[in-house]
């Protein structure tokens, strides 16, 4: 599953190709990657001829700002002025992923939404899975009203309010292990399995630790070790892993850099101890049983 390094990523890559991209046409090609409550019709009576602006990212979420042409020019010696015409947000969840066509292509099975700009160039959604969702938010109404899922996410791992003292709060008394925490999108967004496991090994942290038991400076080392490998990360463009591949159909590189990450039975790149795998509620976890504590 794409994490935030991978959406950043995915989020840059649209950012520089959408300059200027104006939606001419789009074919909604699957219902249900339109969660927004009036489905695939508004969608793409909203998203048809609207200007794509600024993307910025949430958690895992990714939300572009549209204009379009005011509909009625009331003066007829001015250009017509671009207006607020909402959000159009992106989940990618498991295996969404969005392509760029400079010409007519055939498409594949997994082809879920597409868009074309009067040159005829598209930007296409494939999703293996299927579980990637895009929303229409209508401008004045607050984008978490439509997209529900952004009410329930913790602070941005590089916000201020990431610290220390907001997971010694945040996790007192808490005896579900540490991995655990770290994965849950309310207690910090953005964050996954590969990230959580190879930050843990970072601070030499054990994954299966009660989050309530660790001490204020481990949770100082947990909150810089995770930004840092976290921004290490985004600087190459997201990680190697099977589905993640970036607009240009590009591949990061992070995987075959990680100490711990599905290097189970390998040997720790620190000290040589084996580097454990085990499932740790539900999620495969990896790590360093000599380097961690
Ligand atoms: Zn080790």
Redesign the pocket.
């Known amino acids: 599953m794409p994490e935030l390094p991978e959406v950043e990523t995915v989020r840059k890559g649209l950012a520089d190709r959408l300059a200027f991209f104006e939606i001419n046409n789009l074919e909604v090609c699957r219902e249900r990657t339109i969660a927004s409550p009036g489905g695939s019709q508004e969608f793409i009576s909203m998203l048809k001829g609207a200007h794509v602006g600024h993307w910025q990212r949430r958690g895992k979420y990714l939300l572009a700002s549209l204009h379009r042409k005011e509909l009625k020019d009331t003066n007829n010696n001015h250009k017509p002025k671009l207006i607020d015409w909402g959000l159009w947000g992106v989940h990618l969840r498991m295996t969404g992923h969005f392509q760029w066509y400079e010409k007519k292509s055939s498409t594949c099975a997994h082809t879920r939404v597409r868009f074309w700009n009067k040159r005829g160039e598209e930007l296409r959604f494939v999703d293996v899975r299927s579980f990637g969702q895009m929303w229409w938010v209508p401008p004045d109404v607050a984008p978490e009203n439509i997209i529900t899922g952004l009410k329930k996410l913790g602070p941005e791992p590089f916000s201020e309010s990431f610290n220390a003292i907001y997971l010694q709060e945040r996790l007192k008394g808490k005896k579900r292990p540490i991995k655990s925490a770290l994965l849950d999108q309310s207690l910090v967004a953005g964050t996954g399995n590969i990230y959580a496991d190879e930050s843990l090994?970072e601070a030499k942290i054990l994954p299966n630790k009660p989050s309530g038991e660790l001490s204020y400076s481990e949770l100082e080392n947990l909150c810089s070790s995770l930004t840092k490998i976290l921004q290490i990360s985004i600087g190459k463009g997201g990680t190697t892993f099977s589905d993640f591949r970036d607009i240009e159909g590009i591949n990061g590189n992070y995987g075959g850099q990680a100490?711990v990450y599905r290097r189970g039975g390998k040997?720790?790149?620190?000290?040589?101890?084996t580097?454990k795998r085990e499932s740790l509620s539900g999620r495969s976890t990896h790590w360093?049983?000599?380097?961690?504590h």
């Open positions: 090994f100490f040997p720790c790149r620190s000290c040589g101890t580097i360093c049983p000599n380097c961690q």
